[in-house]
């Protein structure tokens, strides 16, 4: 058995939400010196789980980080031996993938870096990718619902229908420590703003996990001047009634200066309607 490391090649589609989504994985056997990278080769997979996504820029981008992570194996294959002894830091995988990935505000970014066991470098690459990248971007991971899944799926349909889309626009808030954008909003006296959230995920504290993020943000939303409508186009916890008391309770407020409104799948073809009636009083 040898021991090698590896690190999951990660898309961060939006910094305010956090989404992300594996794509690729690099592994470093230093016996061997084998050092490889396999990655996405089609963005059709992930497309519908994020709204103005470039997938010609991602795959151009790990197309090359591929190629920077080959180059700098051939150059390991011309080490001296006792080099790897003699300086085994030098040779560690965060260090190889730091130089081409400089630590940053990019969307393209690695994950730390972890250690285990096989008898076969390349067959270690096959496994983890298909279990930590090609597993989440088959259709089968749609289970998994992003929160731009949710509006593209769920709630742009009635929108649409109803022809309402187009009369949203870009709202940025401005607050004390922060601007938070929205991407659909629309102004009748007071800003409405609407932030797709999928709540179906599969563990439950990655639900309060983000329960608590968006929590925080209202806490900072209230520090802005202007008053807001908010409302959370939500997609549910499956079959768990505990969550989404804890959703509805922690999230839903109303206050003289922002009112958050959780709204569920199930209310999304009213809730559009409403939506509709609201802006031909505006007119």
């Known amino acids: 058995m040898k021991t090698f490391e590896y690190q999951v090649v990660r898309y961060l589609h939006d910094r305010t939400t956090g989404e992300f989504v594996n794509v690729g994985i690099v592994l470093f056997e230093p016996e061997s010196r084998f050092l490889d990278a ?17 997938g010609y820029f991602l ?10 992570i080959r180059s ?15 300086f085994p830091d030098k040779f560690g995988l965060l260090e190889i993938t730091n130089k081409i990935l400089i630590p940053d505000d990019s969307a393209l970014f ?50 649409d229908k109803l022809g309402i889309t187009a009369q949203l626009k870009d709202h940025t808030v401005k607050t004390d420590n922060d601007q938070i954008k929205f991407d659909k909003a629309w102004k009748n006296g007071v800003w409405n703003c609407y932030q797709s959230l999928s709540f179906d995920l ?10 608590y993020k968006w929590s925080g ?5 209230e520090s802005s001047k202007e008053k807001i409508n908010l409302y959370f186009l939500t997609t ?11 959703i509805k309770d922690t999230l839903s407020q109303s206050d003289a200066d922002i009112n958050v409104t959780i709204v569920t799948e199930n209310e999304a073809e009213q809730f559009a309607r409403k939506v509709k009636t609201a802006l031909e009083k505006t007119y």
């Open 202 to 211: 599969k563990k439950d504290d990655a639900i309060k996990n983000k329960v």
């Open 38 to 54: 396999k990655v996405l080769t089609k963005f059709s997979r992930i497309s519908n789980f994020f709204e103005e996504f470039n």
């Open 236 to 246: 549910s916890p499956k079959a768990n009634e505990h969550l989404k008391s804890f």
């Open 110 to 159: 690695v994950s730390e870096s972890k250690k285990a066991l096989d008898l076969d470098a390349q067959k270690a690459l096959d496994d983890l990718y298909d279990r930590l990248v090609d597993k989440y971007t088959t259709d089968s991971a749609k289970e998994i619902h992003s929160d731009a899944y949710a509006w593209n799926k769920i709630y742009k349909t009635h929108f």
């Open 59 to 68: 795959l151009s981008t790990l197309k090359h980080f591929q190629k920077e």
């Open 72 to 86: 700098v194996n051939v150059d390991l294959l011309f080490f001296n031996s006792s080099d790897f002894i003699k």
């Open 217 to 221: 943000i209202i806490k900072e939303l």
